[in-house]
């Protein structure tokens, strides 16, 4: 059957919400990325990170993508660090190891399907921890300053620079300002994966390299890692590529 919109997963993950007389637990995503995927052409089934499967929370993840045209691994809170081998940074927070299950699940069948991927933010680390990689775990340790997350939930913006010749430096262009909140940053690059943008860090340590701001999955059709979130901004570029890269 062919559909007249590409079918669209977006993660979601597990918080305490409020809505109208209620409060209690829910699976909730910010709304400007299921807009954007419906701006962009394409229509959102939400994936709730599975909790109390006995099969664990990676059930599933296979028998949904298959039912997908393209995924979006949204942001949120820290990786676990044993995903990846490392003990905790003292700044650690916000980990869910279900979720982190859940995503892994979820990036390792869409990678086996060659489905389309977008991953923004958090959803680039789990990208990057997949392949084999490892993470900053907290960036202001690296830069010497907050600005890529002024605060808990704030976004700075910073200016990046793509790397000639990747997808990216096709869609967005050589230069351009982007909106953070990251305090964890890619450090050791995964398998496959190429660099595709940088940050342009004027001051402190990192010196003129920056940080790894955006990656691709070498020979993939499509999958794109963005450290930072066009949501927030309402930038639909690279949901616009996802459409693209997702239709027949």
């Not at 918080?15 to 709304?31: M, Q, R, T």
């Not at 089934?45 to 393209?70: F, H, M, N, T, Y």
């Not at 927070?93 to 390792?108: F, I, P």
């Not at 993939?220 to 901004?233: M, N």
């Amino acid at each position: 059957m062919t559909r007249s919109a590409p079918l669209v997963g977006v993660t979601t993950y597990y918080a305490e919400a409020s809505w109208g007389p209620w409060h209690c637990p829910a699976f909730v995503v910010p709304a400007p990325y299921v807009e954007l995927v419906a701006a962009a052409g394409g229509r959102t089934l939400l994936i709730p990170p599975v909790r109390s499967s006995l099969a664990g929370p990676g059930v599933g993840a296979l028998e949904a993508i298959d039912a997908l045209d393209a995924l979006v691994v949204v942001g949120g809170g820290d990786i676990d660090p044993e995903s990846y081998g490392e003990p905790a940074h003292s700044q650690l927070g916000g980990v869910d190891g279900a979720r982190d299950q859940s995503e892994l699940a979820l990036v390792a069948a869409a990678l086996d399907a060659e489905l389309p991927v977008l991953a923004i933010c958090r959803g680039l680390q789990v990208l990057n921890v997949h392949l084999g990689g490892t993470l900053v775990q907290h960036v202001p340790d690296m830069v010497g300053h907050t600005g890529h997350q002024p605060a808990a939930g704030a976004f700075g913006d910073i200016d990046i620079v793509t790397v000639p010749g990747t997808a990216l430096a096709t869609i967005m262009g050589e230069t351009d300002t982007v909106r953070c909140s990251h305090h964890q940053a890619i450090g050791e690059l995964g398998k496959g994966l190429v660099v595709s943008a940088r940050s342009v860090e004027r001051s402190g340590p990192v010196g003129t390299d920056g940080i790894i701001e955006a990656v691709e999955l070498d020979g993939a059709p499509f999958v794109l890692g963005v450290q930072w979130h066009p949501e927030e901004s309402g930038d639909r570029r690279l949901f616009d590529a996802l459409m693209s890269a997702s239709r027949p």
